[in-house]
């Protein structure tokens, strides 16, 4: 029986890997870095990856036409909450107690659904930054990379570290109720065993908490998770809803600053000074998630100070709650109404929907753009990003390491489901 099943995980993987490689035709093909674009090109992939742009197609390659259509990377949300989908009914959109009432195990599932339907609408890198349950997110990015499931690339941070209570207002009665949604570390051991505890457990960035609490962390304590999460690759995110905090951050160094409320213009020249991320979760005016007009011109006007101070900025949603007749994706594309209301020019949207999503995922130089050597990602419209954003909004075609998921408009991820980890069980 073992042997079978070896040889059987042998065939699979020596037939993925002699795989025809496919030569897609793009009649535009987007550069987002320099907001340029080239007519007629040819893209030829092989065994996931771009070999090359240009030239003559294989002889035995498989063809897709999408001469009618603009070809660009995939699309990256900084910000987001794949494991949790409050609701109106029955938690009337309490996330507290979606986290008592939904388990890890059903939580992962919604991670998968929601993950499938951010690639359906072009999102092919999600950066999640918890409120996961037991790394449900984990879990997740596990199940995709090991080949079980489509899904997008996802940079997860495992459970949020904060101070005691975590994020919760006001704090259950019954308190261990906090675990497992937030992790606690109130002092410099703890900080270090917190971090430690996300990273065997599959996180590939630290969230913490800076001031959710009076208490929040001082600089010396942002810093000591900031060299001890180097110590494994990986960057902080900082959830920061006061000035004080965010001043206490950017001092800090901190990788990103996650949610916008409390940033304003001094704090913006700092961050451009030192090179902070500002993923800005901007929710755009909506009935449902955002009707009070005044804090949506406030998300506005902090953007456009932003962008006129030259921060790094990251399209992020913190989209984590289900809106009646929209999958996760559609909720997310529709914060692009936030970065037009802003007057950021398209090619700039798009830039920061690509590029500085690669970067703030730190994933630039090993995923994004398409450039041989790279893994396969990219999408198609039929309109041109680069002129009307909201091309973005209909996307027909998708590739995710060089595997068609979607195809004129319909999903088709067959090659996706496999009954075994076809890249590895060592994948964790
Ligand atoms: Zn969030």
């Known amino acids: 029986m073992r042997k079978c099943g070896r040889l059987l995980s042998f065939l699979s993987l020596a037939s993925a890997l002699s795989a025809q490689p496919i030569a897609v035709r793009a009649g535009r093909l987007i550069d987002p870095e320099t907001g340029t674009s080239a007519a007629n090109q040819l893209i030829v992939v092989e065994n996931g990856r771009i070999l090359r742009i240009g030239g003559a197609a294989p002889a035995n390659a498989e063809t897709i036409d999408l001469s009618g259509m603009s070809v660009l990377p995939g699309l990256v949300d900084a910000h987001n909450h794949l494991a949790l989908t409050y609701k109106r009914d029955p938690e009337n959109n309490s996330y507290y107690l979606t986290s008592v009432m939904d388990s890890t195990a059903i939580r992962a599932i919604q991670a998968v659904s929601n993950g499938i339907t951010m690639m359906s609408s072009g999102f092919t890198v999600v950066r999640d930054l918890g409120n996961n349950a037991n790394y449900a997110d984990s879990a997740m990015r596990i199940a995709v990379e090991q080949g079980w499931v489509p899904g997008p690339t996802v940079i997860n941070s495992g459970i949020i570290i904060g101070g005691m209570g975590g994020q919760f207002t006001p704090v259950p009665e019954r308190f261990s109720l906090v ?8 002092t410099p051991e703890e900080i270090v065993k917190a971090v430690r505890k996300n990273v065997l457990f599959g996180a590939k960035v630290i969230k913490i908490m800076v001031d959710a609490k009076p208490y929040g962390y001082t600089v010396d304590e942002m810093k000591l998770f900031i060299t001890e999460a180097a110590k494994s690759g990986m960057k902080v995110a900082g959830h920061v809803q006061t000035r004080a905090g965010a001043a206490r951050a950017i001092e800090a160094g901190i990788w990103s600053i996650e949610h916008s409320t409390a940033l304003d213009d001094a704090a913006h020249k700092l961050m451009a000074q030192k090179g902070i991320w500002r993923v800005g979760t901007e929710t755009p005016l909506s009935d449902y998630y955002q009707p009070n007009a005044e804090r949506f011109t406030r998300t506005v006007d902090g953007l456009k100070n932003a962008y006129a101070n030259h921060v790094k900025l990251a399209f992020s949603t913190d989209a984590d709650y289900y809106i009646p007749g929209m999958t996760r994706g559609q909720v997310v594309i529709d914060f692009l109404k936030t970065w037009k209301a802003a007057g950021i020019p398209a090619p700039e949207i798009l830039k920061i929907m690509t590029i500085n999503g690669y970067q703030v995922c730190d994933l630039y130089d090993r995923r994004g753009p398409i450039k041989p050597g790279l893994p396969a990602d990219l999408i198609a419209v039929p309109g041109n990003p680069l002129t009307d954003i909201d091309a973005l909004r209909d996307v027909r075609f998708v590739m ?22 076809v890249n590895g069980w060592r994948i964790h």
Not at 179 to 186: F, I, K, M, Q
């Open 179 to 186: 675990y497992p949604e937030y992790l606690d570390a109130d």
């Open 400 to 421: 995710k390491d060089g595997m068609v998921f979607k195809r004129d408009g319909v999903m088709t991820p067959e090659k996706f489901f496999h009954s075994g980890p």
